[in-house]
């Protein structure tokens, strides 16, 4: 056992008195702060308080109690040299061999409150330092900061007696991470407090490598923001030997956000981040046309919740295949494209991030929604997620987009005429969502003369306000949401 002594002080107790405990089994010597000390001793593990082992007590009400040269010198000690042993002995400091910590809540603390007194008592000055050090001196000492590093690192030890240089490196990468992540924390709360110049800082984890980027030549990685929960968490790629590619991603999620929105069966196309078109509890016929118009579409990904679909699709030319029901991994043996099984679980945002090469834009998510049958509802998503300038349509139990980011509406519904006509229905009837508001009286004559039943609009400006009169009057039932909701 390598390990003869650690400090411990933690905000986060998770799973603290299993630690402690084996840690204090193995003859290892505790030193703690107060609150960890009198949680640790309250579970039967013997500690020594930080102020009876540096003979110098807690001051300031607590803001100084771990910045002492005999905690941080037998933390950042390098004891295979000789002069720094020598000075170890002759100031009587022992090694520290492991330094578990984590830090106050300070990011919650901001969410309910902007007083600067109370953001500033939150500020961890010595856990941070005392954290830093040990990871500095990994070879040396473990750095643990997240508890659920706590059951490896008991297993290892009961293993060989130590933590490995890799598992220790790891943990030093981990510890450098939170400990960066938390000053940025800091500086954007006191940034927003001064409104003084801001800096925005956003971390990122890396969920694995794309097959390509933007086009066969381009490798990609696929990230996502560190610490939040995003859509590919709750999708299982069930055929694990083969790697998507950034489109079919861009489909899957298209694809997964509209499923959320009706628990009917559904059977969906989306292509290059599009979404293309879909059958609500579809029949036979609309199996059969289906599986006609995506051989002539060729790629993208669709979205059934049909077992005997997917077995159909298996020699098909798609990209991919998501659905939310079990999928025996013995029928997907020859299988041409991806398969994805996806949990339904909604994704809550609260910004929107826009890349585009050198510049980024940061704006509020609106989930805006509407009060109508499940069919409009699950399209009226797409056409809120969809660029602006794109139409969706909906017909009896057929959903129809496939074009976003036109020039305008007229020319957005000149070209969902020709989509819906090549996928074998007409544009006649039926419900229109825009995802901008009416302003021409050329896209009102339109409206008229395919006959549509209903509209479904972004609120008017005042100027434009006479289009939405004209198409009421001729009985077109107009729906206007409560804020405009178009992408870029």
Known sequence: MNIKRAIISVYNKNGLEKLGSFLSDNGVEIISTGGTAEYLINHGVPVKKISEYTGFPEILEGRVKTLHPKLFGGIL?????KNQEEELIKYNIPIIDMVVVNFYPFEEVAQNTSVEKELMENIDI???ALLRAAAKNYRDVVPIIDPKDYDDIIYSIQDCGDVPLHSRRKLALKAFYETAK????IHHELSELYATEKFENVFFEIMGNLRYGENPLQEATLLKFA???SILDNIENITKHKVPTLRAVKDLRILYKFALKTDKQILAFAKKGTFVFAYIDPDKNDYDLFLKNIDNLRGGVVYTDSPDMIKSLKNHQIDAVLTSVDVE???LIGYKSMVFKMK????????????DQDLVVIQEY????IDDREEIKAAFEIAREHKSDSVVYIKENKIYSGIQSALNRNYALILLQTIVSDLGNTLEGGTIIFDSALNSENLVNKIKELKIEKVIVPPALPSDAKFLSELAQNRVEVITTQARYHRY
């Open 366 to 369: 609106r989930d805006i929604s």
């Open 182 to 185: 938390y000053d940025c924390a």
């Open 329 to 331: 991994k013995d029928t």
């Open 126 to 128: 010595g856990g941070v």
């Open 344 to 355: 339904k679980t909604e994704i809550k945002l609260t910004k929107e991030y826009i890349i």
């Open 227 to 229: 610490q939040k929960e």
């Open 77 to 81: 000690a390098k004891w295979e040299k």
